[in-house]
């Protein structure tokens, strides 16, 4: 086997491992049944849990905070928007769900990131932090956000 085949080789299965390790195991890629944005009842348990835990920074209206994108004096970026206009939509439901129960910690962010985002893990139930995340995604209904997100969610599941 000539070496540029050997070195194909060696970092497709390093690929595969480093995306193994990156994975929970039995996660669903993109979308997730306990996040389900057409369960009501879910949805409705997850207003009552944003109200009270998550409005005050990312808006009560899921607008997150001015200038979300801009550093503030601290070096901490502002809580971005949960609505259509954020990079939220972007991410699979596994990675909402991480992010949220234990906070901006790799493999979601660089080690020591410094973020205002707290960990909800000791303060919510994993099902009211699906429930929150059912919520959010109930206000994303524009076609380009629905196709780019099942595109994304297409993309997920073949990992």
């Given at each position: 086997m000539s070496s540029s085949n050997r070195l194909a080789r060696d970092l497709a299965a390093a690929g595969f491992v480093l995306l193994a390790a990156c994975s929970e195991a039995g996660a669903p890629g993109g979308?997730?049944?306990r996040a389900d944005p057409r369960d009501a009842a879910r949805v409705a348990l997850g207003a009552k849990v944003y109200a009270q835990h998550c409005s005050s920074c990312h808006?009560?209206?899921l607008e997150g905070q001015e200038n979300w994108r801009t550093r503030g004096s601290n070096g901490r970026l502002p809580a971005p928007p949960h609505d259509e206009s954020g990079h939220t939509w972007h991410h699979p439901d596994r990675v909402l769900f991480a992010i949220s129960k234990n906070g901006l910690v790799p493999p979601y962010a660089p080690k020591n990131y410094e973020s205002d985002m707290p960990a909800f893990g000791g303060k919510l139930s994993d099902e009211e932090i699906?429930?929150?995340?059912a919520?959010?995604?109930s206000h994303w209904r524009s076609r380009a956000v629905l196709d780019a997100r099942a595109e994304m969610t297409r993309n997920?599941?073949?990992?």
């Amino acid at each position: 086997m000539s070496s540029s085949n050997r070195l194909a080789r060696d970092l497709a299965a390093a690929g595969f491992v480093l995306l193994a390790a990156c994975s929970e195991a039995g996660a669903p890629g993109g979308d997730d049944p306990r996040a389900d944005p057409r369960d009501a009842a879910r949805v409705a348990l997850g207003a009552k849990v944003y109200a009270q835990h998550c409005s005050s920074c990312h808006g009560a209206k899921l607008e997150g905070q001015e200038n979300w994108r801009t550093r503030g004096s601290n070096g901490r970026l502002p809580a971005p928007p949960h609505d259509e206009s954020g990079h939220t939509w972007h991410h699979p439901d596994r990675v909402l769900f991480a992010i949220s129960k234990n906070g901006l910690v790799p493999p979601y962010a660089p080690k020591n990131y410094e973020s205002d985002m707290p960990a909800f893990g000791g303060k919510l139930s994993d099902e009211e932090i699906w429930a929150v995340l059912a919520y959010i995604k109930s206000h994303w209904r524009s076609r380009a956000v629905l196709d780019a997100r099942a595109e994304m969610t297409r993309n997920e599941e073949r990992r």
